[in-house]
């Protein structure tokens, strides 16, 4: 099945510990990005990547890394934690070829940050 | 910089009946698409239709319709005969074309089916 997987679901840590949320897609798409997701603002791009070692900052990238080290995976990494990164995340893929078809997601991950 | 705008939070329909929810978008770009993708309580992003904007023609799918007014930048979505399985969060998206490699989404609505 064709799909785009988030590990995890849901994730509470403290302020200042890291942590990665995964992303890993079967599709062999090229494009992959981070979307947040907050009450009243929507979603918003954190970073995306065009293809391997190919990646750029989006609308909110600040307190987050990624990298694009392999086609099918594309980690977000929270080095320092703070309580304003609370919330939902989206992994998002999709073919260079075919961006009129949208995006395919992951299941989102629950971020709580206290 | 592309904005998309959904000025209401929320809706209710009754079951059965025909709800349009409103989206307005900004670009200088002449070609483009645009989506809405529904999230259910399950959060699962689910794309509903898609709009290509060099095309003249409302797209459809199911009971699912949008009316894409190009010169005014406006792209609402109907959905008729309403289900209880509609109930969820919808976003509007746009995306260029050139170097589509991002949405931009509008604030939500949250749609109620009243049985």
């Known amino acids: 099945e064709a799909q785009v997987t988030q590990n995890p679901r849901y994730l509470i840590t403290v302020t200042g510990k890291k942590l990665t949320v995964t992303c890993s897609q079967n599709m062999n798409h090229e494009y992959m990005s981070w979307y947040r997701q907050d009450p009243g603002l929507g979603l918003r791009q954190i970073y995306y990547s065009m293809n391997v070692e190919v990646t750029d900052k989006g609308d909110v990238p600040e307190g987050y890394k990624v990298s694009r080290k392999e086609k099918r995976n594309f980690p977000l990494i929270l080095e320092s934690p703070s309580p304003n990164q609370t919330s939902l995340y989206f992994c998002?893929?999709?073919?260079?070829?075919?961006?009129?078809?949208?995006?395919?997601f992951g299941s989102g991950t629950r971020l709580t940050v206290v | 910089a592309q904005t998309v705008t959904q000025s209401q939070p929320e809706m209710s329909v009754q079951e059965a009946e025909t709800v349009t929810l409103s989206c307005t978008y900004d670009t200088s770009e002449s070609d483009y698409y645009l989506f809405w993708y529904k999230q259910p309580p399950s959060r699962q992003m689910i794309l509903v239709i898609r709009q290509e904007a060099y095309k003249q023609q409302n797209a459809t799918e199911n009971r699912f319709s949008v009316n894409f007014q190009k010169a005014a930048k406006s792209f609402s979505l109907k959905i008729s005969d309403s289900q209880l399985g509609d109930a969820a969060m919808y976003f509007c998206?746009?995306?260029?074309?050139?170097?589509?490699?991002?949405?931009?989404f509008g604030q939500g609505t949250r749609l109620t089916i009243n049985p």
């Open positions: 998206a746009y995306s260029r074309i050139q170097g589509a490699q991002k949405l931009v």
């Open positions: 998002a893929s999709s073919s260079r070829q075919e961006t009129n078809y949208g995006y395919t």
